[in-house]
């Protein structure tokens, strides 16, 4: 076996990046942002499109992610740097449009659910003080996880793992519900099994299937652990642990927190829930005051939404910090501040586009435009990000044999395979039951062929710090 100390790692130059993330940090940030605000406010919906047996979609839904977590975790270790699924296809296919629709896809996807979970978080603290304006509640929500991450990545993730116990309280909270209500023998276990045909789905398979297209907005996260590749300590170790470990805990969680909902709370009053959680501690098993348990429900729903916008806000001025230098996109976005290591200028940027987007959608709904607009973000980021994990996993494939050294991580290929056929599987449904989703995610991507003219037509080539195989694009 080659020594350590002398392989040949690719990509593994000094960054201006600061290394500061450790294995256990990063285990908690995949964690955090995959038990993230998703499983508070879309559960309702899964629960409405299969029934009682909702546990279901979930289970399958994060086995899916969890594949193509994998691929991830190989493709980091081949490449530990920032920019995630835009450098893998780019070493995949070498082809500058594929990677410039790959690098304003993730980021209109990661903006969407920005601006997705910021109208959710401004619903849940209208419970608690309805006197602001959604809107203004927002912005300054954005506002201020900007200004915790420039402060620094290190602090970023700090936060991230102390917002990740407190989520995971809330869900404990649902578990010890549950347990009580067994204990009591009133739980019927039939309704594990009941999968609801009379709706919009007629048969047991398409509700699965629609209750994971729905769900799957829950599962999302994980990638944008990838994008801090470049400022972890030992990413050859930390990553294929923390990321496919914090998943599977993730998953379990998942899993025996839609049980317990099932079991405690009829699953029609589940459905036409917004909150559909809250519905559990409204039930009164537990001996305390149910508006105090409701109101220190809604706290804890705030905090895990601000835990998964901290990540999807760490996450996008890294994409353009890392794919300006490769010179897809203009190379201001590769600045970096000389005293917190941040990339400020792509963390504005970002800040401002996300602002708009909650502008845009609050005026089109105050207009009479139709939509939901918490649902109708996510279900885009949904479709943005099936696309992205479908075309990882196949530059994964394609990368077998390239750059490899001794301390990689290789995902099982099999597996590979069957993660693929998912996401395109819900990824087809998804477009199916609700096409106009790609109207908005055209608009979206909008804002990328701007990025990409700007640094065509004004770029200057060659500045980036790019790999080889890139400058020979």
């Known amino acids: 076996m080659a020594d350590t100390a002398t392989i040949h790692r690719p990509d593994e130059e000094d960054s201006e990046l600061k290394r500061s993330i ?3 940090l990063l285990f908690f940030y995949t964690l955090g942002d995959v038990l993230g605000s998703g499983i508070y406010v879309l559960i309702g919906l899964v629960a409405a499109a299969v029934g009682g047996a909702f546990w279901i979609a979930f289970a399958l839904g994060v086995t899916v992610a969890a594949i193509t977590g994998a691929a991830y975790a190989e493709l980091v270790t081949k490449y530990p740097r920032a920019a995630g699924a835009s450098l893998y296809v780019n070493k995949a296919f070498g082809n500058r449009p594929l990677t410039f629709l790959i690098t304003v896809s993730f980021l209109a996807a990661s903006m969407a659910a920005s601006g997705s979970l910021a109208t959710g978080f401004a619903s849940y603290f209208s ?37 990740t116990f407190v989520e995971v309280a809330g869900l404990l909270i649902v578990l010890v519900i549950g347990i009580v209500h067994i204990s009591r023998g009133d739980a019927d276990f039939g309704v594990l099994t009941h999968i609801d045909t009379s709706g919009d789905y007629g048969s047991p398979a398409l509700a699965v299937l629609a209750g994971i297209a729905f769900s799957f907005f829950a599962m999302t996260g994980f990638e944008n652990t990838a994008n801090v590749a470049e400022e972890t300590i030992e990413p050859y170790k930390a990553f294929p642990r923390s990321l496919v470990g914090g998943m599977v805990v993730a998953g379990l969680v998942y899993v025996l927190v839609s049980m317990a909902a099932a079991l405690t709370v009829p699953t029609d009053t589940l459905a036409e829930s917004d909150a559909a959680l809250l519905e559990v501690v409204k039930a009164g098993i537990l001996p305390f005051s149910t508006e105090l348990m409701s109101t220190l429900f809604s706290i804890i729903a705030l905090v895990a939404i601000t835990n998964t916008t901290l990540v999807t806000i760490v996450t996008q001025p890294r994409i353009l910090y890392g794919m300006a230098r490769e010179d897809v996109v203009p190379g201001v976005f590769a600045k970096i501040h000389p005293t917190r290591r941040s990339p400020w200028v ?22 009479g435009g139709g939509i939901d607009l918490v649902g109708r973000l996510a279900t885009v980021t949904v479709v943005l990000l099936l696309a992205i994990y479908a075309l990882v996993i196949v530059s994964c494939l394609k990368l077998r044999g390239q750059d490899e050294h001794d301390e990689i991580f290789r995902a099982n290929t ?45 770029g200057s080539r060659g500045t980036g710090d790019r790999t080889p195989e890139m400058k020979e694009v």
Not at 129 to 146: D, T
């Open 22 to 24: 450790t294995g256990r």
């Open 127 to 163: 419970e608690l003080w309805a006197a602001p304006p959604a809107l203004l509640v927002s912005l300054v929500f954005i506002a201020i996880l900007v200004i915790v991450n420039f402060i620094g990545i290190t602090e970023s993730v700090v936060i991230n793992m102390l917002m």
């Open 346 to 367: 792509g963390l504005l940027f970002s800040g401002v586009v996300v602002g708009l987007l909650l502008a845009i959608g609050t005026a089109v709904t105050a207009s």
């Open 414 to 458: 099999p597996l590979l395979m069957l993660g693929l056929l998912g996401n395109l599987a819900i990824l087809g449904f998804t477009v199916y039951d609700d096409p106009s989703s790609l109207v908005w995610c055209a608009g979206l991507l909008g804002v990328g062929v701007v990025l990409f003219l700007a640094e065509h037509f004004f």
